[in-house]
């Protein structure tokens, strides 16, 4: 499946932002989505994920801030980013995910940057 990020920008603080991820090639509903974000400087790290079940995983740093879901008819997958604060400054990524692990699967694909000014 290939995967295109995009909806990344500049927010103040407090602010909002949509990312999305758009699936080609196979079915999202098929697979375990997720987004993860590499901060600079810093590992890649996991955000959150939606089970094929629709059944959706969060990181503690993002619980009650972001929210994953997902249009199985658009093959997409959304990540609404609420009250941004500047560490979630970073390059997001979407991917599937193995949940075992919690690790991609597959390649990275070129990330959508967010930058969050304080």
């Known amino acids: 499946v290939q995967l295109q990020a995009s ?16 699936a080609s090639g196979r079915a999202i509903s098929a697979y375990d989505m997720g987004w993860f974000r590499q901060a600079p400087g810093m590992e890649r790290e996991f955000v959150a994920a939606i089970r094929w079940t629709g059944h959706t995983v969060y990181a503690d740093s993002v619980k009650g801030r972001f929210t994953i879901s997902r249009d199985i008819a658009k093959n997409t997958v959304w990540l609404q980013m609420n009250s ?35």
């Open 7 to 22: 909806g990344g920008g500049l927010v103040q603080a407090g602010g909002s932002l949509k990312l999305s991820c758009t």
């Open 84 to 118: 941004l604060r500047s560490e979630d400054t970073a390059l997001y990524y979407c991917t599937r995910v193995n949940m075992a692990t919690m690790t991609s699967i597959g390649s990275w694909g070129q990330g959508t940057l967010v930058t969050v000014s304080s």
